[in-house]
């Protein structure tokens, strides 16, 4: 897996000489579509540093729905805020893709010698706060198809491709909506010529307009220019 720690944005923010400790114990990793990074109250063994993979952090509800509060890229790390107590949700793999990771135990050594490591870790938790309450003002007041982009751009920021993988049904109970609503959504930007749909994927042709019509949510939260 030949994509650079460096691609990782948390990583990249650190000075040299912290980054090059720090990289003496990261480890390539693939990480599968659905795969479960930590279950509802467990505890992380492993912190991860997403480059082209896609993080998602669900609130499991006692019907079976798992809403989507938080999704990590590559301007992420994973896995350090998780309190004591145990995760309150489940961490899933939503696209496949690679990650570097350390041992939550090596990590918190770094994490109380390196001054830099650890400023870095408390500035990306004040940002986790921040991105999940605009994702709440965002639900609550933009178009179910301008939450659809917002998701859409994010996604090919974190993992570089044009093209996403996922089923309208696998959408909606993410997005907290039916899935005709989101074959509906879809199908607005399909008449657009802004996407290409294919069963359980979508390919972005016109990703320019679909900046033009997003909501200011993703450009305040997710915008590239935003995590540097």
Known sequence: MPISPLENEFLAKLPGPDYDQLRLSLQA????????????????????????TVVSFFVELSDGYSIEAVTFGRESIVGAAIPTAGSVGTMRIREEGV???ISTANFNENLLKIVSISQAASHFYVT?????????????????????????????????????????????????????????????????????????????????????????????????????
């Open 99 to 101: 990650a570097y990771k």
């Open 29 to 52: 990793v693939l990480l599968k579509k659905g795969q479960v990074l930590y279950a509802q109250g467990s505890l992380p063994d492993m912190i991860y540093f997403p480059v082209s």
């Open 128 to 228: 986790i706060i921040e991105m999940m309450m605009r994702n709440i003002a965002c639900v609550s007041h933009h178009r179910l198809s301008q939450q659809l982009i917002r998701w859409i751009l994010h996604t090919l920021d974190s993992t570089q491709s044009t093209t996403i993988l996922f089923s309208h049904a696998e959408l909606g109970m993410m997005l907290g909506v039916r899935r005709e609503a989101i074959s509906l959504a879809l199908n607005e930007l399909y008449l657009l010529n802004a996407v290409l749909l294919k069963r359980n994927r979508v390919e972005v042709l016109d990703r320019s307009l679909l900046e033009t019509m997003v909501c200011e949510c993703y450009r305040l939260a997710y915008a590239p220019s935003n995590l540097h």
